[in-house]
């Protein structure tokens, strides 16, 4: 399994990123996929998450109405459009295999190496 996520950044408060992340080594489309960040200091949290066809999406609260999940199932490809981004998204996000552990989601055992956002104020 590889995860390579692009995309992060130096943005101000307010700006825009779009979150990028290439996946190999496993049948794609059969799963559900999801970003995850951490901030320093912090354990790693549920961003967003898009079922293995791309009919439902899920979103920690305080992201819902700001982000948005997409993939694309024939490049292997999931994205994450960030809008009005807050000094508090300042993290590592990771995409990842997602499961189901009620009342979030938690990641596969194997991940990349991330992508830094950082939001100054």
């Known amino acids: 399994v590889q995860l390579v996520e692009s995309g992060g950044g130096l943005v101000q408060a307010g700006g825009s990123l779009r979150l990028s992340c290439a996946a190999s080594?496993?049948?794609?489309?059969?799963?559900?996929m999801g970003w995850f960040r951490q901030a320093p200091g912090k354990e790693r949290e549920f961003v967003a998450v898009?079922?293995?066809?791309?009919?439902?999406?899920y979103y920690a609260d305080s992201v819902k109405g700001r982000f948005t999940i997409s993939r694309d199932n024939a490049k292997n490809t999931v994205s994450l459009q960030i809008n009005s981004l807050e000094p508090e998204d300042t993290a590592v996000y990771y995409c990842?295999?997602?499961?189901?552990?009620?009342?979030?989601?938690?990641?596969?055992?194997?991940w990349g190496q991330g992508t830094q956002v950082t939001v100054s104020s």
């Open positions: 990842n295999r997602a499961r189901a552990r009620r009342p979030t989601w938690v990641g596969a055992e194997s």
């Open positions: 080594g496993f049948i794609f489309s059969n799963f559900d």
């Open positions: 898009i079922t293995y066809s791309g009919a439902t999406t």
